[in-house]
């Protein structure tokens, strides 16, 4: 017989073993027929059910058992041996009783894990209620001109304090989420869902909390009189001083800086101090706009109000601007009213300043307390005086400022229509010799003189081929430029400032400099800091980012930014754009070489690398 003979015979040899050896297995496991009769001994129906039980449990083990089984030609003879297999049945039903008691013990540490994460969900939740136990909503503290009045809550309402919640915003990577939970506790317990779909651009809004401390370490009167010692504050750049009397307002702002004693000395004279912009002072207020203005693609700036007992500043009017008008001290009286007309709805411009009889009937009439936030859309005419127990501080949020339709089509009609009159030669046609004398204004009644429909005729058509010119992408690049330069700078936190070129090692040494290369290579993984932290514009034949990274905290007090970017890492920077909040590898971008890569290193100040 030859080897492989010899060998096929072996393995039919081991299959056949191998399968009489589990069905050996069955017939010993099979209870005995006279076990279940009903004159079987209580030792032998003992018996009987440990042996079904053992049945049962080799029946789940069986496939256990096939993998430890070692089906060789040396081993068979040992399979059978009745000693070798009982102590392969007892090895498996102790590894199973054991694996059991771990899984039991795991399951309950799971679950005790599991109970303990939750109720530490529910005690640092943002909106937790310490009247937890009663169903209290945002309807149940909020106030809607025209709507009957559901603030009979007069429970406190408590949150996190600001300075936990700026530390847990700083752990959001996705800066738009870290805007929306800032808003969230902004108007908490009113839902950011129903507020956008209820209220914003509507009506006025008013949500009491009942908690004066909900708005602590935001700004302070003691933060202002620091900011007057301590920092260079200019009267009319960052202060204003007015007052009004018997329906005058009236403005006392000098010249030069707002030193403390002459500061005062107008507030306990009656009048209101106005800080212009307090996020150039006051780096939480800069933090906290900064933040926002991801939220609503817009610039968000700010006002501090300082009032004295029973006086007013400013006189009735409305904004150009979505307010909202939070209360840190003291107490105050407001009253909104309605636009005055359809042209006043959601105006682009401030009004002037109103008198009483013009204005009507409020809509809202009421006292904000500290932890109180009012809000009013553009066109509401507002007034507000202090009330005569108490001096008023109060922080107007404002945003949406020239954030309009109206606004993309000023960027748009001009480009559509330089582009129509390249590419047409209708557009470049000359007017007829004798225009003036049938069209303008004085001519307007000359309704039956066929010219002037002709003319208007071809104006409208001319209209409707300037559609097809119209750069959409190009205009709203254009009015995002705008909002990169109106943007406030962003707070950058340790681990963001240590991961870009800021904290660059260069360093000059030994007559020159060293470490001047950004170290970057194939494996690192970039990303933009913030989402709106750039713009990508063509212009002119070029290729420009604008930043915000560099802006001043001072509005407008520099010219945008931008630098040019080549050609070929062109793409890679749009990449780097859209994929924010996700890491990029370097490898990964478009741009060539590493060498090419690193080129763009002019723009590196605003992505951090890891």
Known sequence: MTQATTRRAAMAGSRASAFSVYRTLDVEREPSAQTFGISATREEQRKCSHQSRRHMLMKRKQKYLKVKMVLTPDTLANVNRPALLQSNVDHAEKELTDYNA???????????????????????????????????TGDSRLEIP????????????????????LRDLRHIQNSKERAIKLFDWLIAPVASRKFFSDIWEKTPALIRRHNTNYYKGLFSSEEFDRILREDIVNFGVNLDVTSYLDGEKEVHTPIGRALPMVVWEFYKNGCSLRMLNPQVFSGTIWNILSILQEAFGSMVGANVYL????????????????AFVIQLEGAKSWRVYDPRSVEEVLPSVSSGNFNQQELGTPIMNTVLEAGDVLYFPRGFIHQANCTPDTHSLHITISTYQKNTWGDVLRKLFPAALEWAIEDDIEFREGLPLDYMEYMGVQNSEREGDPRRQVFNKKIYSLMKKLLKYAPIDAAVDQKAKDFIHDCLPPVLTKEELACTVYSSPVRWRNGGPHNTVLPLRGSTRIRMLRSNIARLCAENGSILLYFTIENSREYHKEESKCIEIDPDLADGVELLLCSYPQFIKVDSLPAGNLDNKQSGSRCSKLFPRI
């Open 102 to 136: 771990k899984r039991k013990i795991n399951s309950k540490r799971m679950n005790k894990i599991k109970r303990m994460k939750s109720k530490s969900r529910k005690a640092d939740s943002p909106y937790n209620n310490v009247h937890s136990k009663e169903k209290c």
């Open 146 to 165: 025209g709507e009957p009045s559901k603030s009979k809550e007069t429970r406190p309402w408590t949150g996190p304090t600001l300075s936990i919640l």
């Open 307 to 322: 009032t004295p007992p029973g006086n007013q500043g400013f006189a009735p009017h409305y904004d150009d601007i979505e």
